[in-house]
């Protein structure tokens, strides 16, 4: 398939194009501080229309689909503006407990997954950011099979919107195999979120837990086996991050192109001068390299759902977050005050662009991961 859209995948960014421009209209013109990052509503129709489920199993009411069908689900909601801030740690969330759930798990969470239920997933901490194997938040088995579980979780996305969390915390000694993973409903007592305001909004939060206790099977997976299990899902959270910003990045290119060949200066639109042509030349390129190297990655990824590809999902995720940081920047230099201004939404695509960079494996920890790929 390489980098081009099957016939369904084709369809489906279709249909997402004209669901964006039916049902959020009013996100189109507002202004960008003011737009809704997720809205139930919204997020409940692209659920009824079964395209939460685009790459769960079916068993589940998923649709079976692979990682480029999500990636190009992704990156559409996110041009179109749809506030579906939800769905990225949902799907990340739900892959997960589709590989190492329990039976019982499975049905209550990626069926939720499906039905418009957040997901979030809960692993860094005040200590452990890049160095996720030194986290704290310890999890301790009580004498009757239940689990304890004492620590704080931070910069956990959407944490203020979910059913439940999927959290790493410490249940040995040892700095990567000594970490499991446990399902946590969110009402759970002892659990307390609290928000971080950011550029973005309210977007990240602490999440604390204080004398949390957990069922014995809470644990998703095996006891021990957290830092492996998180390994595997890899491919999927640095290529979903990467379609997030391709479409951001194509959505502000576009916002700025139209704004280019309408504001005159000197007498005819400033789109027409050398300098901004070229600029948009050189952007226009970056965000189709960034295009084809996710949908190329995304391809091989499903083609070996069993292999880890961690050299080349770095890749795409350094490639899309740093290009869309760098076209939101441009587009607004070249908009001048009115990229500025909140009015117009191309300061909010520069805020989203900015932290891209940072979540998900900040682009220096990409930089090593590929440089170490070739024995460096």
């Not at 200590?127 to 099979?145: Q, Y």
């Not at 309408?262 to 050398?274: H, L, V, W």
């Not at 995720?317 to 076209?327: D, F, G, I, M, N």
Request: charged content about 25%; hydrophobic content about 40%; aromatic content about 6%.
């Amino acid at each position: 398939m390489g980098s081009r859209l099957t016939e369904e995948q084709a369809a489906l960014a279709a249909a997402v194009r004209d669901f964006a421009k039916r049902e959020c209209a009013d996100q189109d013109r507002q202004a960008g501080a003011a737009r809704t990052p997720h809205d139930a509503v919204i997020y409940r129709k692209l659920a009824d229309l079964g395209w939460l489920g685009v790459c769960l199993p079916e068993e589940y009411g998923g649709a079976g689909g692979g990682l480029a069908d999500a990636c190009v689900f992704l990156e559409e909601i996110t041009y179109g503006l749809v506030p579906a801030g939800g769905f990225v740690t949902t799907v990340i969330t739900a892959r997960a407990f589709a590989r190492f759930a329990s039976a019982k798990q499975r049905r209550e969470v990626l069926g939720g997954a499906v039905r418009g239920r957040v997901l979030s997933i809960a692993m860094s901490e005040p200590a452990a950011g890049s160095d996720v194997g030194a986290l704290r938040c310890r999890a301790e088995r009580r004498p009757d099979g239940d689990w304890s579980v004492e620590g704080q979780k931070t910069w956990i996305s959407n944490a203020h919107l979910a059913d439940s969390m999927l959290l790493v915390a410490r249940t040995g000694p040892e700095k990567h195999r000594g970490l499991t993973m446990f399902h946590v409903p969110m009402d759970t007592p002892g659990v307390e979120v609290r928000g971080i305001e950011t550029m973005g909004g309210r977007e990240v939060n602490d999440v604390f837990l204080t004398g949390v206790r957990l069922p014995a099977d809470a644990v998703v997976g095996a006891v021990g086996e957290g830092w492996p299990q998180l390994m595997a899902g890899l491919n999927d959270e640095r290529l979903f991050l990467a379609a997030n910003m391709l479409g951001l990045a194509r959505r502000a290119f576009d916002d700025a192109v139209s704004y280019l060949r309408e504001r005159e200066q000197f007498g005819r639109p400033i789109g027409s001068f050398q300098a901004l042509r070229h600029r948009v030349a050189d952007l226009a390129t970056e965000i189709e390299c960034a295009r084809l190297l996710v949908r190329e990655v995304a391809a091989d990824c499903d083609a070996e759902p069993e292999r880890l590809f961690p050299r080349e999902a770095s890749m795409a995720k350094l490639k899309a977050t740093e290009t869309a940081k760098r076209v939101a920047l441009e587009c607004m230099q070249m908009m001048g005050g009115y990229g500025y201004a909140t009015e117009y939404g191309m300061e909010r695509h520069l805020r989203a662009a900015v932290v891209s960079t940072v979540y998900g494996g900040t682009s220096e920890i990409q930089r090593d991961i590929i440089g170490k790929s070739y024995g460096l």
